[in-house]
């Protein structure tokens, strides 16, 4: 989506490109397994793949049904079911749910009916239809329980039923350890991006101390040497809760990592291999990329330093929509959109890479930061509370930049995403930081 204004026509065109492309990835999703592995839960941490399915299907009736084109409730019986703040994902499978063929009936008759409002919509008359934001929003819902239907994937066990081929090799071999990002202020957040959510918004000055951030996400490689140097073993690195998780669930690694003769190995999608050292870090806690951070004499990089490392660019002191600039992602910049179902190795994409050269700042891995997700100044919740506001607090650690898993529409400068410290399950990283050495007085 760019902040142009676009006429109505290409506008729909647009909108009806997002939902079709987020449909394709459910579909692939919930056709690749049979029955059973749609309706078992692979986890108490998500839920059977069925729910998000008819989930995705009534949020879509109720918004843009319901609610922008004004038609009559075709499910109005289901909708308590659905509503993820009334159901935990651990109650979920005793719940009635919708059978595989029956749910994907109701999406393609939802869409079908989508689609003629989209037709009519003058994309305009206020917050909810002006730029399709509505059409926006529903299709950013879809990519992320695509997302969150991967995860599942992930956690499921059996035999590989999802494929794709790896990251193209684009590292240029021109990269240093860290780079300093100057002092002063910077535009954080957006005022102007149509489909941005309500917790991007608004744009907000914020000024921040000159400091250093990897160039990288930290590799697995390097995360072995810190399990390689006692990491798990010393609680100085730890904070107190982290710790205490540790202890309890006897943690030695990143999850779905094991050690087999010499050998790190890792499970990815129903497939063991050997783990490679110059990917990414996947799937650890804010509790682990903390302790890493500490062990490396280090820090994790506030919300306002991640963002101001990926958007400004010093020299016209704007704010860009991407590192790389104000257009769209593209396959050479980002791995994004469940293309590689791997993150790339540290050093990819150097065409992505922030004015200050800081790579794979979008896509790749989500990255931890060390801040809480809070409200930015002027915050005013839309459409809904329970999209962002109820999670505000201390609660939930920030992480930023998107993962291979995520689509572009559901992925920008701005994003946000937040999620427990003690969560692994997602496809979390991190980079590191430092503040910047004082100068001496002239």
Known sequence: MTTDPLTPEALRTRAAAALLAARDRTRLLTTSVEEPDLVAQHSPLMSPLVWD???????????????????????????????????PRAERPSLPLL???????????????????LESSPLRGGPLLDAGFAFGMIAQHEQQHDETMLITHQLRRGPAVLSAPPPPATFDGILTDEVLVPAGPFTMGTSTEPWALDN????????????????????????????DDGGYDEPRWWAKEGW???????????????????????????????????????????YEADAYARWAGR????????????????????????????????PDRANL????????????????????????LIGDVWEWTASDFLPYPGFAAFP????????????????????????????????????LPIRRQIFSGFRTARDAEPTAAA
């Open 299 to 330: 820090r994790l990089p506030t919300e306002a330093e991640w963002e101001k490392a990926a958007r400004h660019d010093p020299t016209t002191g704007r704010a860009l929509r991407y590192p790389w600039g104000d257009e769209d992602p593209t």
């Open 384 to 419: 809904y509370r329970e999209y962002s506001e109820v999670f505000f607090g201390d609660r939930y650690k920030v992480l930023r930049g998107g993962s291979f898993a995520v689509d572009p529409v559901a992925c920008r400068g701005t994003f946000r995403n937040w999620d």
């Open 244 to 286: 205490a998780q540790v202890r309890e669930h006897g943690l030695r690694a990143p999850l779905f990592w094991k050690r087999e003769s010499r050998q790190w190995l890792r499970r990815r999608f129903g497939v063991t291999e050997p783990v490679p050292p110059d990917e990414p870090v996947l799937h650890v806690s804010w």
């Open 53 to 87: 399915l008819a989930h995705i299907g009534n949020q879509e009736e109720q918004w843009l049904l319901r609610t922008v084109g004004g038609r009559d409730a075709l499910r109005p019986d289901i909708d308590s079911v659905y509503d993820a703040f009334e159901h």
């Open 337 to 360: 959109g469940q293309r590689h179902l791997r993150p790339a190795p540290v050093g990819s994409y150097p065409e992505g890479q922030s004015p200050l050269g800081v790579r794979q």
């Open 200 to 227: 991007e918004r608004p744009a907000h000055r914020r000024i921040v101390p000159a400091f250093l951030i990897d160039t990288t996400p930290v590799s697995n490689g390097a995360y072995q040497c810190f399990i």
């Open 99 to 117: 059978a595989p063929a029956e749910a994907h009936g109701y999406l393609a008759e939802v869409r079908g009916r989508v689609l003629e409002v």
